[in-house]
């Protein structure tokens, strides 16, 4: 079964897009990947300083494997993306968070894309863990893009209040670690972390699939 599967659907870098010989670990060997490194894997995001673990710098292979998974319909790559997730989350918060939950898009962008990109990686990331991602927050206004703004107080005030926690007796009281796929300057994440914080939750750290570029991390 696997062989014929091989052949109608041959294995593909999660991140270039290359066919593969074998599936491996899902990253073809020409993929130099920019790894953060560990002591900048941890940064604060927002005025609360939420902890939020960045596994890659959003560059090269990096920034062609997400854009593919979020305009291209290619969302399996997530099965592979999800791998940087948790171990760069299982390294730096390990014991910070008992449940997982994720930054979700608007119902707009859900319909046309026909999926959410980060609530899949939390399913794949929780499904390491053999927990289940929850559905915690919903985008209550749909706004602009946040990689069409260039500064970090556009980006602010552009996700201000669009997010909303329907059910707060779900998250009062417990610790979460909020998914996103790319975490530039931290807005969106903050944003959603800090409606978490409204409704009750004990406390909220953050991950991300890659965020910055080179050998920084912007603020």
Same mark, same amino acid.
């Given at each position: 079964?696997?062989?014929?599967?091989?052949? #109608?659907?041959?294995?593909?870098?999660?991140?270039?897009?290359?066919?593969?010989?074998?599936?491996?670990?899902?990253?073809?060997?020409?993929?130099?990947?920019?790894?953060?490194?560990?002591?900048? /894997?941890?940064?604060?995001?927002?005025?609360?300083?939420?902890?939020?673990?960045?596994?890659?710098?959003?560059?090269?292979?990096?920034?062609?494997?997400?854009?593919?998974?979020?305009? !291209?319909?290619?969302?399996?790559?997530?099965?592979?993306?999800?791998?940087? /997730?948790? !171990?760069?989350?299982?390294?730096?918060?390990?014991?910070?968070?008992?449940?997982?939950?994720?930054?979700?898009?608007?119902?707009?962008?859900?319909?046309?894309?026909?999926?959410?990109?980060?609530? /899949? #990686?939390?399913?794949? +990331?929780?499904?390491?863990?053999?927990?289940?991602?929850?559905?915690?927050?919903?985008?209550?206004?749909?706004?602009? &893009?946040?990689?069409? #703004?260039?500064?970090?107080?556009?980006?602010?005030?552009?996700?201000?209040?669009?997010?909303?926690?329907?059910?707060?007796?779900?998250?009062?009281?417990?610790?979460?670690?909020?998914?996103?796929?790319?975490?530039?300057?931290?807005?969106?994440?903050? +944003?959603?972390?800090? &409606?978490?914080?409204?409704?009750?939750?004990?406390?909220?750290?953050?991950?991300? #699939?890659?965020?910055?570029?080179?050998?920084? /991390?912007?603020?």
């Amino acid at each position: 079964m696997n062989l014929l599967l091989d052949l #109608l659907f041959p294995p593909r870098c999660a991140f270039c897009g290359a066919l593969m010989d074998r599936p491996g670990e899902g990253v073809c060997p020409d993929c130099v990947l920019p790894l953060v490194p560990p002591e900048k /894997i941890l940064r604060p995001v927002g005025e609360r300083g939420y902890p939020c673990a960045v596994a890659l710098y959003y560059d090269g292979p990096v920034q062609t494997g997400v854009r593919a998974m979020k305009f !291209q319909g290619k969302s399996w790559r997530t099965k592979v993306f999800a791998r940087y /997730i948790v !171990q760069a989350a299982a390294e730096h918060l390990s014991g910070s968070f008992d449940a997982v939950t994720y930054v979700p898009v608007s119902p707009r962008r859900r319909f046309v894309r026909g999926y959410d990109q980060a609530q /899949i #990686l939390a399913r794949e +990331a929780a499904g390491i863990w053999g927990v289940r991602a929850e559905r915690t927050l919903r985008k209550v206004r749909h706004n602009r &893009a946040q990689s069409s #703004l260039s500064s970090p107080r556009e980006r602010q005030e552009n996700v201000k209040n669009a997010y909303a926690v329907p059910w707060p007796g779900q998250v009062a009281g417990r610790r979460f670690l909020l998914i996103d796929d790319v975490c530039t300057t931290g807005g969106t994440m903050a +944003a959603c972390a800090d &409606a978490l914080t409204a409704a009750g939750a004990a406390s909220v750290v953050c991950a991300a #699939l890659a965020g910055g570029h080179g050998a920084n /991390i912007p603020e």
